[in-house]
């Protein structure tokens, strides 16, 4: 949103929790990154291409490699942006390990407040944007369905809005950026067919990957 905002779009953010933010408030808030003025000011040399051939190791094989790739190779200038914003960490970091195997490299970083550290990162930068009016945020507002027209074409989305009415919100372009479903037992068993062995965020439904699937 602070991007496409900053590019010239008018953005509006629908989240059916109370606050911004999402799983980062549970979350430890480890970020890998490879090649980031981070590393350098530590005298660490690190590609993203010894990133991607790690992540392979560690994962055995199992991850996207096109997917690992898109997110390696643009780690560390997200990174810098988030430094850039004012996001701190404690002076021991990055480090090797850090919830998995570990790296052979130093790259992950976690800030002393875990996830909450870039909710106060991002929340100014957020605010800026809503107070100059480009972009307007519904919280209480979870989405129901996804609004296609009779090309096929998405067009919008429905929503349960704070007041409990639906709405339908029409839009040029739909960013579904709501993946979690780790609250939500059923999609989580249909799709792991395992019991959930983690803590989860109560929002966390499911509700962009179902609204998804249902349009194909």
Not at 11 to 39: K, R, Y
Not at 163 to 168: K, L, R, T
């Amino acid at each position: 949103a602070i991007f496409a905002s900053k590019r010239g779009a008018n953005v509006l953010i629908i989240d059916a929790a109370d606050d911004i933010g999402g799983t980062l408030h549970l979350s430890s808030g480890s970020f890998s990154a490879a090649g980031s003025s981070f590393q350098k000011t530590k005298g660490i040399v690190d590609t993203p291409l010894d990133h991607f051939n790690e992540s392979m190791e560690i994962n055995h094989g199992t991850g996207d490699p096109d997917k690992i790739k898109l997110w390696q190779e643009n780690s560390a200038d997200t990174l810098d942006w988030l430094l850039s914003l004012g996001l701190k960490y404690p002076e021991n970091q990055p480090v090797a390990a850090a919830g998995h195997e570990p790296y052979k490299i130093a790259r992950i970083t976690t800030p002393s407040d875990g996830g909450k550290s870039y909710i106060s990162t991002l929340r100014p930068a957020l605010d800026e944007i809503i107070d100059s009016k480009k972009c307007t945020l519904k919280l209480n507002t979870r989405m129901k369905n996804i609004i296609v027209n009779d090309d096929g074409i998405v067009d919008g989305i429905k929503v349960i809005n704070k007041s409990g009415d639906v709405e339908n919100i029409f839009a040029k372009c739909i960013l579904l950026a709501c993946g979690g479903y780790s609250n939500n037992k059923e999609l989580w068993q249909k799709l792991h067919n395992r019991p959930k062995r983690v803590y989860t965020y109560k929002y966390s439904n499911g509700d962009g990957i179902q609204a998804a699937c249902e349009i194909g």
